[in-house]
């Protein structure tokens, strides 16, 4: 593909449900990253992958929170009992090792 | 582990006049440094980047300087127009290390005023 795609583009659950979001990262590009973006602020870290190297799981708020990435492509972040805290965008960076990062859409995620 | 301090927070500018946002960085690891703009509703995009082998970068209207001893990279905007609005975010990275982690600063939201 040309960029890097994320779905659902909006999702809205209810408090206490479970959600799942797709990255499909640039083919080729060996790092893949998630970051949350609640409204108006900055981009924090949630996990990184690079190659076949164990992620960088530091930036998870919580136990409620995993991402797993398949065949070094496509990457699902799953949220458990999802909370109204939760409610943020979710984006999706890939990169090609030691160079810019190029990012996905974003997943809105709306949180009842 | 890295940490990346950016200031202003917000900033106002005449259409016309130039912008500058700082950043500071603790780690002298690292050596790649991207800026990336964001406008409402969108997703970040890389506008310049600089590598710690140079001490400045210009690309048309925008340009990046580094100063490796204090640490710190500056993004300027010269002649700015409305549509430079936006929030932009500086990152720094160690590119060659085992593991390319970006640390992003909490970013700037730039108004650009006709």
């Known amino acids: 593909g040309a960029g890097v795609s994320q779905s659902p583009s909006n999702k809205v659950t209810e408090k206490g449900k479970d959600v799942e979001l797709r990255c499909d990262p640039i083919?080729?590009?060996?790092?893949l990253y998630w970051y949350r973006q609640s409204l108006g602020q900055g981009l924090e870290f949630l996990i990184y992958?690079?190659?076949?190297?164990?992620?960088?799981k530091s930036g998870l708020p919580s136990d409620r929170f995993s991402a797993e990435r398949t065949g070094g492509s496509v990457s699902t972040l799953t949220i458990q009992r999802t909370q109204q805290e939760d409610s943020a965008v979710y984006l999706c960076?890939?990169?090609?090792?030691?160079?810019?990062?190029?990012f996905g859409p974003g997943t809105r995620l709306t949180v009842l | 582990g890295e940490n990346v301090e950016q200031h202003p927070s917000t900033l106002s500018v005449q259409e016309g006049d130039s912008a500058v946002i700082k950043c500071t960085y603790s780690d002298s690891a690292s050596n790649y440094f991207p800026w990336y703009k964001q406008e409402l509703g969108k997703r970040p995009q890389l506008i310049i980047d600089?590598?710690?082998?140079?001490g400045e970068k210009k690309d048309q209207r925008i340009a990046v300087t580094l100063n490796k001893t204090a640490k710190h990279f500056s993004l300027h905007i010269t002649e700015t127009q409305p549509e430079d609005s936006a929030v932009y975010f500086c990152?720094?990275?160690?590119?060659?290390?085992?593991?390319?982690?970006?640390?992003f600063g909490t970013g700037t939201s730039l108004t650009v005023i006709p």
């Open positions: 960076a890939s990169s090609l090792f030691g160079h810019e990062q190029f």
């Open positions: 990152a720094a990275s160690m590119a060659s290390g085992p593991g390319n982690q970006f640390y």
């Open positions: 083919s080729g590009h060996t790092a």
């Open positions: 600089i590598r710690s082998n140079v």
């Open positions: 992958f690079q190659g076949n190297s164990a992620p960088d």
